[in-house]
């Protein structure tokens, strides 16, 4: 029987229902499924297609157990090209909201620090370095006096 065929269910050869349900059976053996046995052989009947499916656990292969792999060597050069964001804090402080609505053009905000103090040079928004406030050539500029210990950078962090 060929696909397309305009045969009624009834009229199906038993026998080549038969050959097609070993052939399915065979699929999904090799497919890893359980292979059923034919219903007239074995006298259960086939679940039908609104049927709940049995599940049944899932046996996987051992796995080998294989050395540890030796670890690539490291190497910076993937991380050169990553754009981090640097910013230089001058100081800062602390306002009411009524204080930061009178802000306007003119307005003068005291700072935490005083003239002359380092300014803080933080990466990604962290504090990694101190320095000065520098002009070069009508720009600012920071020259970098200080690089903060680990362990000051940790400090930080809390």
Do not use: Y
Request: glycine letters at 6%; aromatic letters at 2%; a negative charge.
């Amino acid at each position: 029987m060929a696909l397309g065929d305009e045969t009624r269910r009834d009229e199906i050869d038993p026998a080549e229902l038969e050959a097609l349900s070993a052939e399915i059976d065979a699929a999904l053996e090799a497919l890893g499924g359980v292979a059923s046995a034919p219903a007239e052989s074995s006298g259960e009947q086939r679940p039908s297609a609104g049927s709940q499916p049995q599940a049944r656990p899932v046996q996987f292969a051992p796995l080998k157990e294989e050395p540890p792999a030796s670890p690539a060597p490291v190497s910076i050069d993937l991380l050169m090209d990553v754009t981090l964001k640097v910013s230089v804090e001058l100081g800062r402080a602390t306002v009411t909201v009524r204080e930061a609505l009178n802000l306007a053009p003119g307005s003068v905000l005291e700072l935490d620090k005083l003239a002359g103090d380092p300014v803080d040079i933080l990466v990604n928004d962290h504090l990694i370095a101190r320095g000065e406030v520098v002009v070069v050539d009508d720009q600012f500029g920071v020259r970098i006096t200080e690089i903060v210990s680990p362990r000051q950078r940790v400090e930080a962090m809390r």
